[in-house]
């Protein structure tokens, strides 16, 4: 199959409270692809159960490559991780590249080269001994893209990348999942609130309001009567 | 320096004593890393008071139930049962109300600390055969430490360091980023149970061996001051676990020679270390800042 992730009726929930129902929709390889949706629709909640991390209540999720052989690499929101862990840039990365060496196995030099050339792609090479903790923002999102990217996933999926960050840094994230998206063709799927981020750089919207969520092109996603019900703003600008 | 000579004197009548100290300076630290990284520090206190309380509980049941304990083997098994016991079901109660996440920590830190050193008195005083002898495992009355004990928790201790050691990759992954590990297939839930077993049996032998005091001490006290000082998470384990070696074989010189006891100078002493590299952290910042200013 062409489809990277195709979810068939399903519902996420907590408990056995269902937060989002019957949500279909397919995700292509290659696509860049957003959440969008006003706050407290259910965008974390679909980001979440995508990654298996909240139970599927009913429905199917289908993956376009075996997970256990090649998970999908997850860039979570900077501010979840702990900044008491000592730890440098490279040791994150490094924490993709071992995903797959099994208990008790060491790591050999291919993980170490993998998490090297990851911090490179996401142009962060020199800053591979630093403390995690001591970087900027955007440089602590870059690492985790890079983090992500030592998985080697066919798909990418990120929360917020570019939250709390100041534009310039926005702009650094914005142009390594870019890049990473045209020219690697890797699939990308990103939580964002910014509309003018998605409009811009982003394929297809996932759009999630009531309960539940439907996909199309970014423009007629973010159609004018849409973004003024959905936010109170006639321009579709934040 | 002849107070040095003596203590290392092969024929040195407390020599399992000041092996036994060492050790329970050595590997608290390591697993005590985990607990500054984890936040779970207030654990630290809670734990080995439950611990005790579940060595007091084996030995009230024990009398209840008017079975005899002959020797002291008998007695360290029934006291081993009793605080692995307490110290494993209270980490795995308190981390499951963590995830919940309906009270403050602290508070529920709070509760059981109290409830277990409450428990502690009246499990002693409720048992009609309570003897000085388990008045002083229940403190960990150290100076008591027989060969076979320590044998005993040579093994224990050596198995967790090496599975810290072996696991550290997996137990690294899911205390920074538990959603992380469970994407990438990890099951979250057993390198947990693990580290949380890990634990258990460290406090449970080190309450037995330096009582709760010197467990809290050496679990929280050269995991913090190694904190400081480094930047891998490897070199922040193997410090803590020298520093908490060290400081127990200083404590241990210092008791000796001054006839002070063991547990509340190990435990000042590690704390000492931490104030004065705490203490020259913050000097050598106020300096460096003044210095830039000036530049």
């Not at chain 1, 599927?56 to 999908?72: C, H, K, N, Q």
């Not at chain 1, 862990?85 to 993980?111: C, H, K, N, S």
């Not at chain 2, 435990?267 to 000036?294: D, E, N, P, S």
Request: glycine share 10%; net charge neutral; hydrophobic share 50%.
């Amino acid at each position: 199959m062409n489809a990277v992730v195709r979810l068939e009726d399903v519902s996420f929930g907590y408990g056995a409270q269902p937060v989002l129902r019957h949500v279909s929709f397919t995700v292509e390889r290659g696509e860049f692809a957003a959440l969008l949706g006003p706050n407290g629709a259910g965008k974390t909640t679909l980001f979440r159960g995508m990654l298996g991390l909240i139970p599927r209540l009913a429905g199917r999720i289908e993956y376009g490559f075996d997970r256990r052989v090649t998970p999908p690499g997850y860039v979570p929101q900077k501010e979840s991780l702990d900044p008491i862990f000592p730890l440098t840039a490279y040791e994150v990365v490094l924490m993709g590249a071992t995903a797959r060496i099994p208990p008790l196995w060491p790591v050999g030099r291919r993980p170490r080269r993998l998490a090297a050339d990851c911090l490179a792609r996401v142009g962060l090479a020199e800053a591979a001994e630093q403390p995690f903790w001591s970087l900027s923002g955007g440089q602590k999102q870059r690492v985790l893209i890079a983090r992500a990217l030592a998985v080697e996933p066919e798909l990418l999926l990120l929360d917020e990348p570019t939250a709390g960050v100041d534009p310039g840094a926005e702009a650094a994230v914005i142009e390594v999942i870019k890049r990473l998206n045209r020219e690697q063709g890797l699939t990308v799927i990103i939580v964002s609130h910014s509309l003018p981020l998605v409009r811009e750089v982003v394929g297809s919207v996932i759009w999630i309001e009531r309960g539940s969520a439907v996909k199309g092109p970014t423009a007629e996603m973010l159609s004018a009567e849409r973004l003024a019900n959905a936010f109170g703003i006639a321009t579709g600008v934040e | 320096m002849s107070t040095l000579v003596e203590i290392l004197a092969p024929d040195f009548l407390l020599r399992n004593a000041l092996v036994g100290s060492v050790l329970v300076g050595v590997v608290c630290p390591l697993v005590g890393v985990y607990f500054v990284l984890r936040r779970m520090i207030f654990l630290g206190v809670a734990l080995p008071q439950l611990s005790a309380a579940g060595v007091a509980f084996a030995f009230l049941m024990s009398s209840l139930a008017q079975v005899h304990r002959h020797g002291e083997t008998a007695e360290r098994v029934l006291a081993m049962c009793g605080s692995l016991g307490f110290a494993f079901v209270g980490l795995v109660v308190l981390a499951a109300l963590e995830r919940q996440g309906r009270e403050t920590v602290e508070a529920r830190i709070g509760v059981t600390y109290a409830l277990a050193a409450a428990a502690s008195i009246l499990f002693v005083a409720a048992d009609p055969y309570g003897e000085a002898e388990m008045t002083h495992l229940l403190k960990g009355d150290i100076v008591t430490t027989t060969t076979a004990s320590l044998d005993v928790l040579m093994a224990v201790f050596g198995t967790v360091a090496v599975a810290l050691f072996a696991f550290r990759k997996e137990l690294l992954l899911v205390s920074f980023d538990r959603d992380m590990a469970v994407v990438l297939g990890k099951r979250a839930a057993l390198w947990d149970t693990l580290l949380y077993l890990l634990i258990g049996v460290t406090i449970s032998f080190g309450v037995m061996t330096a009582g709760p005091l010197v467990t809290f001490g050496f679990l929280v006290a050269p995991p913090l001051t190694a904190r400081l000082v480094t930047r891998h998470m490897l070199t922040f384990s193997i410090v803590a676990a020298l520093l908490g070696g060290v400081t127990a074989f200083v404590g241990f010189t210092v008791s000796y020679r001054w006839d002070l006891p063991l547990g509340p100078t190990d435990v000042a002493l590690a704390v000492a270390v931490l104030l004065v590299v705490a203490g020259w952290q913050g000097l050598a910042r106020v300096v460096g800042a003044r210095r830039h200013r000036g530049s």
